[in-house]
């Protein structure tokens, strides 16, 4: 059964930069089903996609936080990462990492509905 | 703001049905399929509905969704307590290459 593991600092300074990352077990990340990728709550509020990567390397980032993301993917380890910077209170929220499933429309592919999530892991953004 | 509208809140009494609406535009559901998810508080979400009406192994047929032109809809008939929980919708848009995420609408059961 697949599973996705989110390991990181539980605790990052304003203005530093955000790292986590997501170990997949129970299946291979070097597949061409599916994208990787990365979502935040913050508390009391819905969910915000951040971005997503497919094993080739290709991405996919929400526009309003783009100027501020990457996502890797490290095919060797079966992990991806997510780094954020400039980080601010703002950035305060439960994150998630979660595999994209493949759907097809008018002969194009879209990974869009997400069918495996992570635990999720807390990240306080605070002096 | 979420592109996807959905309403805050609904509510129905148990063994009654409920319906989830999620609102968006021809860049995003009108042309591309629509996913539904519900989370659990302190929980992470779950896949409930995939490619419009979908059902994941293991989700009971009490779930169901639709699509017509540009709004989606999740119905949940037979009510349970055990279904009060957040329920999002989502799909990906053309014009923003991006998945978009509705704002979410807390179900709860009277």
């Known amino acids: 059964q697949l599973q996705l593991q989110e390991s990181g600092p539980g605790l990052v300074k304003p203005s530093e930069t955000l790292s986590l990352t997501c170990t997949v077990s129970?299946?291979?990340?070097?597949?061409?089903?599916?994208?990787w990728g990365w979502i935040r709550q913050a508390p009391g509020k819905g969910l915000e996609w951040i971005g997503n990567?497919?094993?080739?390397?290709?991405?996919y980032y929400n526009p309003s936080l783009k100027s501020r993301v990457t996502i890797s993917i490290d095919t060797s380890k079966n992990q991806f990462s997510l780094k954020l910077t400039s980080v601010t209170a703002a950035d305060t929220a439960v994150y998630y990492c979660?595999?994209?499933?493949?759907?097809?429309?008018?002969?194009?592919?879209?990974?869009?509905?997400?069918?495996?999530w992570g635990k999720g892991t807390t990240v306080t953004v605070s002096s | 703001q979420s592109v996807l509208t959905q309403p805050p809140s609904v509510s129905a009494a148990p063994g009654q049905k409920v319906t989830i609406s999620c609102s968006g535009s021809s860049s995003n559901l009108g042309n591309n399929f629509v996913s539904w998810y519900q989370q659990f508080p302190g929980t992470a979400p779950k896949l409930l509905i995939y490619d419009d009406n979908r059902r994941p192994s293991g989700i009971p047929d009490r779930f169901s969704g639709s699509k017509s032109g540009a709004s989606a809809t999740l119905g949940i008939t037979g009510l349970q307590t055990g279904d009060e929980a957040d329920y999002y919708c989502g799909t990906w848009d053309n014009t923003l290459s991006a998945v978009i995420l509705g704002g979410g609408t807390k179900v709860t059961v009277l």
């Open positions: 979660a595999r994209h499933g493949r759907q097809v429309v008018r002969a194009r592919y879209y990974y869009s509905y997400i069918d495996v």
């Open positions: 129970g299946g291979s990340i070097s597949t061409s089903s599916y994208y």
């Open positions: 990567i497919f094993y080739r390397g290709n991405t």
